[in-house]
T-cell receptor, first 114, second 112 residues
Framework: GAVVSQHPSRVICKSGTSVKIECRSLDFQATTMFWYRQFPKKSLMLMATSNEGSKATYEQGVEKDKFLINHASLTLSTLTVTSAHPEDSSFYIC??????????FGSGTQLSVL | QQQVKQSPQSLIVQKGGISIINCAYE??????FPWYQQFPGKGPALLIAIRPDVSEKKEGRFTISFNKSAKQFSLHIMDSQPGDSATYFCAASQAAGNKLTFGGGTRVLVKP
């Protein structure tokens, strides 16, 4: 089956630094990628939708200047958490859609901001 | 606004029993309803999905029942096994492959 690789799986950073999370579709071209955020024992909340070569569409309440999304190629989307603070600590998950209609999820990135 | 409501929040079932999770949605534009299984520290994995033109879909031990008039759908896990212990999420979207709205999740524990 299709594989979505997310890296890193876990990152710890100091408050005020920026962190980049990569989401790669390994064996298919992803026209659209989605970024979700999940707090412990909570559901997944959509942050933004990114389409290759165009600006991401952010959900209401998500700060676009804080969560920078770049979808530069059909196999790679990145989420950069800028000037991270402890309240940004969360589990971030990407998903990618192939040319059809199937969505495949990455394994997630646990971000801890000290 | 919680567009997809899921219940129960947690569920304990004996090995071999049936796990039943229910979801209700509000947005009538939703036409694709998948169920996902998530283990701790991992991303969700698609279990089974249904569209509103069918009332039931079965894949192995997993069955989705769909009631369009009531705007409800449910997941039945037959012959539950300890390996099924995980968090299950229902979701909905306008067409498959579009952004998903997730339910709150159900933590299932299958006791041996």
């Amino acid at each position: 089956g299709a594989v979505v690789s997310q890296h890193p799986s876990r990152v710890i950073c100091k408050s005020g630094t920026s962190v980049k999370i990569e989401c790669r579709s390994l064996d298919f071209q992803a026209t659209t990628m989605f970024w979700y955020r999940q707090f412990p024992k909570k559901s997944l909340m959509l942050m933004a939708t990114s389409n290759e070569g165009s600006k991401a569409t952010y959900e209401q309440g998500v700060e676009k200047d804080k969560f920078l999304i770049n979808h530069a190629s059909l196999t790679l989307s990145t989420l950069t958490v800028t000037s991270a603070h402890p309240e940004d600590s969360s589990f971030y998950i990407c998903s990618a859609r192939d040319w059809g209609e199937k969505l495949f999820f990455g394994s997630g990135t646990q971000l801890s901001v000290l | 606004q919680q567009q997809v409501k899921q219940s129960p929040q947690s569920l304990i079932v004996q090995k071999g029993g049936i796990s039943i999770i229910n979801c209700a949605y509000e947005n009538t534009a939703f036409d694709y309803f998948p169920w996902y299984q998530q283990f701790p520290g991992k991303g969700p994995a698609l279990l089974i999905a249904i569209r509103p033109d069918v009332s039931e879909k079965k894949e192995g031990r997993f069955t989705i029942s769909f009631n369009k008039s009531a705007k409800q759908f449910s997941l039945h896990i037959m012959d539950s096994q300890p390996g099924d212990s995980a968090t299950y999420f229902c979701a909905a979207s306008q067409a498959a492959g579009n952004k998903l709205t997730f339910g709150g999740g159900t933590r299932v524990l299958v006791k041996p």
